[in-house]
């Protein structure tokens, strides 16, 4: 599996903006799709934003608008813009990726360990 490590997130105040940061390592293995995923305390983990191999993106209706989400392939790193932050959007934030272990042609996902997004005055 991939090795996923995030950063960028802190605390920022209500109409703020922070990128996120997911860096990407690991060998014999393809990475697909993308995604960024968040779970705030006492609620279950949702869907952010993803983003394929090819660059096509989806976001969640919460954050439409507002968040952006790119990869760049030669750096194995696959970024979330968020801007006009609310005070709904404090959470921890997760990095995924969709892998393909190339000897065994095997999919699996791999999660970052997260990074805390505080949205607050």
């Known amino acids: 599996q991939v090795h996923l490590v995030e950063s960028g997130g802190g605390l920022v105040q209500p109409g703020g903006s922070l990128r996120l940061d997911c860096a990407a390592s690991?060998?014999?293995?393809?990475?697909?799709?993308m995604g960024w995923y968040r779970q705030g305390l006492g609620k279950q983990r949702e869907l952010v934003a993803t983003?394929?191999?090819?660059?096509?993106?989806d976001y969640a209706d919460s954050v439409k608008g507002r968040f952006t989400i790119s990869r760049d392939n030669a750096k194995n790193t696959v970024y979330l813009q968020m801007n006009n932050l609310k005070p709904e959007d404090t959470a921890v934030y997760y990095c995924?990726?969709?892998?393909?272990?190339?000897?065994?042609?095997?999919?699996?996902?791999?999660w970052g360990q997260g990074t805390q997004v505080t949205v607050s005055s």
């Open positions: 995924n990726a969709e892998t393909v272990h190339i000897a065994t042609l095997t999919s699996v996902e791999s």
């Open positions: 983003i394929s191999s090819g660059g096509t993106t």
């Open positions: 690991g060998s014999g293995t393809s990475i697909n799709a």
